[in-house]
């Protein structure tokens, strides 16, 4: 079964900081890694995935990620943290199942940005 | 396109009680996954139901139920409420394509309390 780690709970950085979250991802075959933020109150919101290809992926609001297979890692960085960043983060493994794909969850990093 | 739909975005029930939690995915897409969020186990997959077939399930007791319509419209079911079942209950759509790994698109959740 696949699993998703996130080492880190919380993660506090200062406005105009760079920022990386960590992933580690546990998957017997090629992995789906996705990003994916939750604002207070919301649902979740998509910000980039790998699926193959170049391992250093773009994704919305100035984020990016990495895909190194030999680390087993999906870590997301920007290189320049605005106030409106604040969020829980979630990485995510996809699996395929039943004709379908169903993400298993890391816990979440919850980021807090001070002024 | 209108984005995942869920109501109603807040509930409160008693324990005992039982819950019905509606869904309606973004036009055209035929997959609609739940997802339960709790401080203490975070997200965890519930069920996913494909042209109106439940095709993937996760590890919940028989008291959670889903079914989809044939529009793609999705309901949960929660009969015999009990306090732990208090959480965030997130609807979550795709179109998993041939591949079946597209992203899933949330709904901003259901948050049920139970008293």
Redesign the interface.
Same mark, same amino acid.
Request: proline fraction near 4%.
């Given at each position: 079964a696949q699993s998703v780690t996130q080492p880190d709970i919380h993660i506090t950085v200062s406005e105009g900081a760079s920022l990386e979250l960590r992933c580690n991802y546990s998957y017997g075959a090629t992995p /789906?890694l &996705?990003w994916?933020v939750q604002s207070p109150? +919301? %649902?979740? +919101?998509?910000l980039l995935?790998y &699926?193959s290809g170049d391992t250093l992926v773009q994704g919305i609001k100035g984020f990016e990620a990495e895909f190194k297979r030999s680390q087993s890692s999906f870590n997301l960085r920007k290189p320049s943290v605005h106030w409106s960043d604040a969020a829980e983060y $979630?990485c995510a493994v996809?699996a395929?199942? %039943?004709?379908? /794909?169903?993400?298993? $969850? %890391?816990? %979440?990093t919850s980021l807090i940005v001070h002024p | 396109k209108a984005g995942v739909t869920q109501t109603p975005r807040y509930l409160i029930k008693t324990r005992g009680q039982q819950v019905t939690l509606s869904c309606s995915p973004i036009s055209g897409h035929r997959s609609v996954s739940w997802y339960q969020q709790t401080p203490g186990q975070g997200l965890q997959f519930l069920f996913e139901y494909f042209s109106e077939t439940q095709r993937n399930k996760g590890n919940f007791p028989g008291r959670f139920s889903g079914r989809q319509f044939s529009n793609s419209r999705s309901e949960m079911n929660v009969s015999t409420l009990e306090l732990g079942d208090s959480a965030l209950y997130l609807c979550a759509s795709n179109d998993p394509g041939i591949a079946g790994n597209s992203p899933l698109h949330f709904g901003n959740g259901t948050r049920l309390t139970v008293t």
């Open positions: /789906y &996705f994916y109150g +919301q %649902g979740l +919101q998509l995935k &699926f $979630f996809g395929s199942s %039943g004709g379908s /794909y169903i993400p298993t $969850f %890391g816990r %979440g | -």
